[in-house]
């Protein structure tokens, strides 16, 4: 059964830093792009991240640009966004999710077949 | 940035009847188009990939279609359990976007 699990979420003040992450199980992470989506509270889905299952293709959303970092160790099939200089409109939850099929040549993903359950993350004073 | 218009906003029907959703891209995106199902205090799970391929475990009265700029998610007959939001979704080009959702309540 695929599992993933985030944690790392929290209340943190503008400007602050935060480490979510992501544990993953029930299937060969090495062969899977990973995927940071997040939603703020009562609005819509917005696509954070994106990582390739080698690690060597990243993508950021505009907002997030500069200031988060995502990472995957495949030998402790986990996924990692830093995420620092933390802004108000930061404020959502955060779901790690994994691509619909296994990566191949020529494939950027971008289907997400299986959602964590989202850790919350508050930026506030 | 590809815009993905999703219609009508909301969608007030009674249990046991059709439904059909609506998502416009703002360019050609093929048929690299998703759809999802969100209910409340819940991770989105995914119903189809690029346009018309049903995720594993969704049942045979949901289906997709479309190509291009035009797009449909249709539920034949809904059932209780089907009364949630529903958005789409594009993987043609980065940045991947979302539709602002359509609301399926019951009547």
């Known amino acids: 059964e695929v599992q993933l699990v985030e944690s790392g979420g929290g209340l943190v003040q503008p400007g602050g830093s935060l480490r979510l992450s992501c544990a993953a199980s029930g299937f060969t992470f090495s062969n899977y792009w990973m995927h940071w989506v997040r939603q703020a509270p009562d609005k819509g889905l917005v696509w954070v991240s994106r990582i390739k299952s080698d690690g060597t293709i990243i993508s950021y959303a505009d907002s997030v640009k500069g200031r988060f970092t995502v990472s995957r160790d495949n030998a402790k099939n986990t996924v990692i966004l830093q995420m620092n200089s933390l802004r108000a409109e930061d404020t959502a939850m955060y779901y790690c999710?994994?691509?619909?099929?296994?990566?191949?040549?020529?494939?950027?993903?971008?289907?997400?077949?299986?959602w964590g359950q989202g850790t919350l993350v508050t930026v506030s004073s | 940035e590809i815009v993905l218009t999703q219609s009508p906003a909301t969608l007030s029907l009674s249990p046991g009847e059709r439904a059909t959703l609506s998502c416009r891209a703002s360019?050609?995106?093929?048929?690299?188009l998703a759809w999802y199902q969100q209910k409340p205090g819940q991770a989105p799970r995914l119903l189809f990939y690029d346009a018309s391929n049903r995720a594993s475990d969704i049942p045979a009265r949901f289906s997709g279609s479309g190509s291009g700029t035009d797009f449909t998610l249709t539920i034949s007959s809904l059932e209780p359990e089907d009364f949630a939001f529903y958005y789409c979704?594009?993987?043609?080009?980065?940045?991947?976007?979302f539709g602002g959702g359509t609301r399926v309540e019951i009547k």
């Open positions: 979704q594009q993987r043609d080009k980065w940045p991947l976007t």
């Open positions: 360019q050609s995106i093929g048929s690299y």
């Open positions: 999710a994994r691509e619909s099929r296994s990566d191949s040549k020529n494939y950027f993903g971008g289907s997400a077949g299986y």
